[in-house]
């Protein structure tokens, strides 16, 4: 048995504050322990830093040893690297998260922002070239400089390509959005209707479910299926050949 928490100690003590949507909304619908306590650490960490964008990386997630504490779970055989990307993951689709990645040489680094209105902002000015992405290795300060010291021998004042990844959501990133987490049966009916309807379809049907509140893939798939028996604004279904992505 670990040692039972002392409790705080006496005096001022230094705190982390959090917006109250969190618990209001997002945190009575998470169900996955580990995504509670990246959420947390991950307000704590950002609380800290200074400057902006306020971010971290998956590299300097990965070399945290308070957050490798955190996630021990007896009875989980899954390593640190895989409970903490599933944590991540979660967030992310959750909406709680948002993630830039940058390709640097060969490596691809991820960078999780809180998704809020400023830090929206900074996404769309990295995804639309406005900003450039060495800004989010000044963030991250000694370890970016460490780990890109160790991509290649280049010499001295060599420059790195880097390059932010643009991503475009799959399918399954929609309905985690969007819905809920993804059931198995679900999976595959997914994967079908990726294959059989324009992109464009399906990111509309998932709109238009959203606005009309009706969150379930069952009203997205019949919206889908209407559309292909009597077409959608006017485009036949079918009507560049046979739709794949």
């Known amino acids: ?15 982390t504050p959090l917006p109250d949507a969190f618990f209001t909304s997002a945190l009575p619908e998470i169900e996955d322990v580990n995504e509670v306590k990246v959420a947390l650490h ?64 060969d490596e691809i680094v991820t960078w999780y922002f809180f998704n809020t209105e400023r830090s929206r902002a900074a996404v769309a000015d990295l995804l639309q070239g406005v900003a450039s992405p060495e800004t ?9 400089n460490a780990d ?41 009916e997914l994967r079908d209707a990726g294959e059989r309807y324009p992109w464009d379809w399906i990111e509309a049907a998932f709109r238009e479910a959203t606005q009309q509140n009706k969150r379930k893939w069952s009203y997205i798939r019949a919206i889908l299926k209407r559309w292909e ?13 046979r739709y794949s992505r």
């Open 1 to 15: 048995m670990p040692p039972a928490f002392a409790g705080f100690p006496p005096g001022p003590n230094p705190y």
């Open 42 to 105: 991950l307000f704590w960490l950002l609380y800290q830093k200074v400057g902006e964008p306020r971010c971290a990386s998956d590299r300097e997630l990965l070399a945290d040893p308070l957050l490798r504490r955190a996630l021990r779970r007896r009875g989980d055989p899954r390593p640190y690297e895989e409970r903490l990307r599933a944590a991540l993951e979660g967030a992310r689709a959750r909406g709680l998260l948002l993630r830039v990645r940058v390709r640097i040489d």
């Open 136 to 144: 989010l290795l000044e963030v991250e300060g000694p370890i970016a």
């Open 148 to 188: 890109l010291s160790e991509l290649g021998e280049l010499g001295e004042g060599a420059a790195h390509k880097l390059s932010v990844e643009i991503e475009r959501p799959n399918i399954f990133t929609l309905y985690e959005q969007n819905i809920g987490l993804l059931a198995p049966l679900v999976a595959e």
């Open 229 to 241: 028996t009597d077409g959608k604004g006017g485009e036949p279904y079918g009507a560049h050949g």
